[in-house]
């Protein structure tokens, strides 16, 4: 049962959100809310994969190996841009987000959409900073659960950035070739 201070604590830490929300934006709109929520959601998510290791048996390795954070890092690199800028993915955005145009070959300039629970998830998926976090946390967990087949698919989104920079190379080698 309750006690008459449990039941004055609910809206006396609304109150205080609310007011440092207010305190904190400045006269801006920030979703600091959604944000909370996003914070939540991925402490549920990194939970369950730890949860998911544990039960599998996997055990960690005592210090990452140097390969695994370089081939990390790029799949990460990868993977992240291509969820949150790359045209072909834009169907998995556009719930949440606005197109305004091209921002360099095959990605997209799009902003969140302002609607009701809807802008920090758009900020999420157009963020390739943000959505790093959640890519090398899932590559993570799974190089512990299934290290073969999460490492081939590392490793083939390792070659895409390879093969990304190269291409920008190459056009940029062209672009002044054909300048002068």
Known sequence: MGTAADSRLGPRLGKLLRRTGREYSVGHERPLGGYLAAMAGFGEYTAAWAVAVRRSGS??????????????????????????????????????????????????????????????????????????????STLTAGQLLWPRATRTAMGALAALAGADALQLAYGALMDKATDE
Do not use: N
Not at 87 to 109: D, I, N
Not at 113 to 136: N, Q, R, Y
């Open 59 to 136: 055990e960690l390795p005592e210090r990452p190996e140097p390969w695994d954070v370089a081939l990390t890092a790029l799949a990460t690199f990868r993977l992240s841009r291509l969820l949150s800028r790359a045209s072909v993915t834009s169907p998995l955005r556009a719930p949440f987000t606005r197109y305004h145009g091209p921002q360099g070959p095959a990605e997209l300039r799009e902003e969140a959409t302002s609607e009701d629970g809807k802008e920090t998830i758009g900020e999420l998926l157009t963020c390739p900073f943000c959505m790093s976090v959640w890519v090398a």
